[in-house]
């Protein structure tokens, strides 16, 4: 491996994804010819690139990533294999360089029913004038599981059209799940939908992404009543608030528990030991596999 | 929001502007009488009644606020997060592998299903579902229908001692301990086996236990037919359960209501026929339904679905029997642990020749060893969601992979922490009483609502 490829150090924390050393090598990486009109497109692109490039872990061949409409949301950039600085790193790995990326859009054909759902929302979403592509950022398929991205202004709307029309008709909900990706500058906190067709044996999941800066998500218990509790709790643990809940009140932790445990950045107690005063560090800052 | 407190507390009175010039009554002990006399002394009609978090009825740690009006119960809200652990959270910090280990303490009831539903999820993920092998599935089948077993008799049995009928309990928990004893013969462990790992299962089941287990069945089957002489001819029994907790197909689909109570109200959907996994397709069995929409169809279906789950039994035994034995475990040696257990002197770990073969001949095959169990595997980064059908209803994992050892995310979606939304419909306007046995109707698991 050349000097390059060794960064001086890792990117800080809530920094934007790629230190510019290892840009340039995501772009040289890019095999020449290959890339967009737009100069912002075209760096995001190279960067998703070059994360397939460099033994990344989503290998998708369907996918033609030039006429993707949306770039792959990196979600790291990974350095050695302990994510520690300086002489930490002793498993002779400490030069890898590994770009995580997640699934990104999908192209049509879709495949199996996944089209058909599709067609049927977007028609249903752009006779009310909504439109299916203000409310529908982008569609991801993968490892057969069909999920829609969705604007949060309208996901209510988007909800209602899953569950009321006769050929969606996901009539059961499975409620709501919360993850937080705070490398995603902008949408760090995602609320993740689980529906179920009963009638026509189909699920698929639907997924709001939003500012940790402004974490308002429109509830959906309107439409869904069982997303009461789960909203609550992901309110809880995330700190999302669902604008419209009856009753936004914590659900698992005390009424009075400062901050949402599950975000990545919530503070991690260490474990004090009996020996001078030393202490187990807390497990996000101990030395682990990254 | 809520306004900020001046001092941090837990669970202590509301205190807002209505509450202000309340009469407040605690009773811990004392006669209920006496209480309801100085209540209605002082003129004040509204009492609402703590029922838990420390309750024998309340199956674990669930807190019923309820308010009543002499007998009747106006308004009832279920207050949970007692037994929160941050179970999911503490999984972010573990290896794929261990959070088996984890995610099996959720609801320690039925405990197979959490680590097949995360198996399941995590083979996903990896891609790796179809290299599963054969011998592995079937015993995760055969685990699975025998905890089903076990679970709704736990829930037969506490709902019949919970209306004072301790027989019912005896004879329940005696039969569980039939499918116990299988289980510490399988895994090990009575319970949290964490026995199903991703890619297959720790090891391969012990020679006798297909021979063990049709001898439990036959076990059961006798338990069964006490429980049924006990239980299905009781008028006393279909006097408290008939017409009490009702809840309808419309209520159960709006609340996300699955599993037993769902098919309670004539629907028959059930995730391994909905969505089979598992090779679910393949075995003969049927959804039994009922359209009575209370507690007491429930109770018929725990027992009708019993006898089905014997049934998957019974063809799970003759297709092991089939199979030849060994290979439970993909063959994929990066994500197979290098687990070759046998029993030692000081109980259960690696076996000698393993040892000796990493200790002694080959270093490559310590190294091997030594990274995949500190280290792990990784698993490519997306996110996918895995049904299993839960005794209590749709369990549902959502995991996601950054591409790293660990899970970014793992959540789980609990059938108990879903169904507890009903409590207030199934028992508002209802008797106090009445409220016991509808959330007995429920069946839930507090490991599993608070995870």
């Given amino acids: ?290 | 929001m809520a306004a900020p407190h001046t001092a941090p507390h837990a669970t202590a009175h509301v205190v807002d502007d209505q509450t202000t010039d309340v009469p407040t009554f605690e009773a811990s002990g004392g006669d209920w009488s006496d209480i309801a006399e100085e209540a209605a002394r002082l003129g004040e009609e509204r009492i609402v009644v703590n029922m838990g978090p420390q309750h024998p009825s309340t199956h674990g740690v669930l807190r019923l606020m309820l308010e009543i009006d002499g007998e009747t119960v106006t308004e009832a809200r279920a207050g949970i997060g007692y037994l929160h652990t941050g179970i999911e959270k503490n999984m972010e910090y573990r290896t794929w592998t261990q959070g088996v280990t984890f995610c099996t303490r959720m609801d320690y009831v039925a405990p197979l299903f959490q680590e097949v539903g995360y198996c399941l999820a995590v083979e996903k993920l990896l891609g790796i579902t179809d290299d599963v092998p054969e011998r592995a599935t079937v015993i995760r089948v055969l685990m699975m229908e025998l905890n089903r077993i076990s679970s709704h008799l736990v829930c037969l049995a506490t709902g019949g001692n919970e209306l004072g009928a301790t027989t019912i309990m005896t004879v329940g928990f005696t039969a569980r301990e039939q499918v116990l004893q299988v289980f510490e013969l399988i895994t090990g462990l009575r319970m949290n086996h964490a026995y199903i790992r991703p890619g297959g299962v720790a090891q391969d089941v012990p020679p006798g236990a297909i021979d063990s287990v049709r001898e439990a069945l036959t076990q059961m089957r006798h338990y069964f037919r006490q429980l049924e002489d006990l239980m299905l001819a009781n008028p006393i029994l279909q006097a408290r359960l008939k017409d009490v907790g009702s809840l309808n197909l419309a209520a159960c689909m709006a609340l996300g209501i699955t599993g037993p109570v769902l098919r309670s109200t004539g629907l028959p959907y059930d995730v391994r026929k909905a969505a089979p996994y598992c090779g679910y397709e393949t075995y003969d069995f049927d959804v039994p339904v009922n359209d009575g929409a209370d507690s007491w169809s429930r109770v018929l279906l725990r027992m009708e679905e019993c006898y089905q789950s014997m049934r998957i039994v019974e063809q799970c035994l003759d297709r092991l029997a089939a199979l030849p034995a060994g290979g439970v475990m993909v063959h994929d040696r990066k994500i197979a642990w290098p687990a070759q257990l046998a029993i030692g002197t000081d109980g259960m770990g690696n076996s000698l020749g393993h040892i000796k073969e990493i200790m002694g001949t080959s270093m490559e095959a310590l190294i091997h060893h030594f990274k995949l169990v500190t280290e792990g595997f990784r698993v490519p980064a997306g996110q996918v969601f895995q049904s299993v059908e839960h005794p209590r209803g749709e369990l549902g994992v959502h995991l996601v992979s950054d591409g790293g050892t660990k899970p970014y995310r793992a959540h789980f979606r609990d059938p108990s922490f879903n169904n507890l939304q009903a409590v207030s419909m199934m028992c508002e306007g209802g008797q106090v009483a009445d409220v016991v046995v509808a959330v007995a109707s429920l069946d839930p698991v507090l490991g599993g609502v608070d995870r």
């Fill in chain 1, 1 to 290: 491996m050349s000097a390059e490829h060794r960064p001086e150090k890792r990117p800080a924390e809530g920094e934007a994804a790629v230190p510019a050393g290892e840009k340039a090598d995501a772009a040289a990486a890019v095999k020449p010819g290959e890339g967009t009109t737009a100069p912002a497109a075209a760096v995001a692109q190279q960067t998703s690139a070059a994360a397939l490039e460099a033994g990344s872990q989503n290998v998708r061949g369907d996918v033609d990533l030039a006429t993707a409409r949306t770039p792959l949301e990196i979600v790291d950039v990974r350095t050695g294999m302990f994510g520690a600085t300086g002489s930490g790193d002793t498993s002779g790995y400490g030069g890898l360089v590994r770009t995580i990326a997640m699934p990104g859009a999908s192209e049509r054909p879709y495949g199996g029913w996944f089209d058909e759902v599709v067609d049927v929302l977007t028609e249903v979403l752009d006779e009310s004038g909504t439109g299916f592509a203000n409310a529908v950022e982008y569609v991801t398929v993968d490892r057969e599981e069909l999920t829609l991205h969705v604007r949060r202004e309208h996901v209510v709307e988007v909800a209602r059209a899953l569950r009321d029309d006769p050929d969606l008709r996901f009539e059961l909900s499975l409620g709501v799940s919360g993850v937080h990706f705070p490398h995603e500058t902008g949408r760090e906190l995602h609320a993740v939908y689980h529906v179920v067709s009963v009638t026509h044996g189909r699920r698929l999941r639907f997924e709001v992404a939003v500012a940790e800066a402004d974490p308002h998500v429109p509830s959906t218990t309107s439409v869904y009543p069982a997303n009461d509790w789960h909203e609550r709790e992901t309110w809880d643990f995330f700190g999302i608030v669902f604008d419209g809940h009856p009753g936004l009140a914590r659900i698992e932790m005390p009424d009075d528990w400062p901050g949402h445990p599950q975000r990545k950045d919530y503070p991690l107690g260490g474990i004090p030991v009996e020996y001078k005063g030393a202490s187990v560090p807390p497990p996000d800052q101990r030395r682990s596999y990254s």
